[in-house]
């Protein structure tokens, strides 16, 4: 594949393409592929971008599940992008590759209720803005009750306007929204019915984000790898205040994306990018 120009994508090309980078976790990326393979969403492509010492895409697990999505009609492409140089540089070769208006960027160890691509492709239609998401539960806190953490939860009461969000200010706090399982209690307090689905304000979204592919482009995407070493965190932090401040962004409740709970392969987490970057 070559990269993509940032024009609008041929006729042909699905409207997301959803976005995987990986590392030494061939078990949890099959988990991962499995629930993209039970999408009501019948159109998108899979890029893959495999950074462990030896290639996942052959190991069985990984193989099957590609082979369920093909089978499907699912496009993937599961590539080994070698040396490493980090997470941002990854996440920038996958957006650099990608063609769809859409794009979700999806870790590697989250699982995708079968509604959760048309909910966000939905919702980002709807509100217009530069990304939507959903914060990843993590399920064995399900009986872990924090309300004090939930008291920063408010939703947007229409249109999605663009935030300066940065570290010290008020709306800095809604990161707790995300700790633990408190995506599942926040919807649970709300008792959707079953279609619906509410926008609310975020300091950031980790793990399945969904962003209109011109408004990350445009704001500089993950490009910021060059200026960092290898070992980083909080790429994702970075490129979405930067999208948010120019377009808006939103976190989408009830949450179609399950935390797998395993052990970060970012074990060095000296430099954080939003530090690093100068934001």
């Known amino acids: ?23 030494a976790r061939p078990h949890a990326l099959a988990v991962t592929l499995s629930g993209l393979a039970a999408q009501t969403l019948s159109s998108f492509r899979v890029l893959v971008s495999d950074q462990s010492p030896e290639p996942v895409a052959t190991t069985p697990l990984v193989a099957a599940m590609t082979r ?32 769809a208006a859409h794009v979700l960027c999806l870790d590697d160890d989250v699982w995708l209720e079968p509604w959760a691509l048309e909910r966000l492709l939905d919702a980002i239609g709807q509100l217009r803005c530069g990304f939507v998401g959903f914060a990843v539960q ?23 306007h663009p935030e300066r969000v940065r570290r010290g200010g008020v709306q800095w706090a809604r990161h707790t929204l995300h700790n633990a399982a408190n ?14 689905w509410r926008a609310y304000k975020v300091a950031w979204v980790g793990g399945c984000v969904l962003y209109r592919r011109d408004a990350l482009v445009d704001a500089g995407g993950f490009g910021f790898w060059r200026t960092l070493p290898s070992e980083h965190c909080g790429e994702d932090v970075v490129a979405q205040l930067r999208v948010m401040e120019r377009a808006g962004g939103a976190g989408i409740l009830p949450s179609g994306a399950v935390h797998l709970e395993l052990p970060t392969t970012v074990p060095h987490r000296d430099v954080e990018c939003y530090d690093a970057v100068g934001l």
Not at 1 to 17: F, I, K, N
Not at 188 to 195: H, Q
Request: hydrophobic share 35%; charged share 25%.
């Open 138 to 160: 993590g399920l064995s806190y399900r009986d872990d009750q924090r309300p004090a953490e939930l008291e920063p939860y408010e939703e947007w009461p229409g249109a999605v």
């Open 183 to 196: 995506p599942t209690h926040l919807a649970e307090r709300l008792a959707l019915a079953r279609e619906e």
């Open 68 to 99: 369920v999505l093909e089978q499907h009609g699912i496009p993937v492409v599961v590539e080994h992008h070698v040396p490493r140089r980090g997470l941002a540089e990854n996440r920038q070769h996958l957006l650099e590759r990608a063609q």
């Open 1 to 23: 594949m070559t990269p993509a120009a940032t024009g609008p994508a041929p006729p042909s090309t699905p409207p997301v393409d959803v976005l995987v980078p990986t590392y």
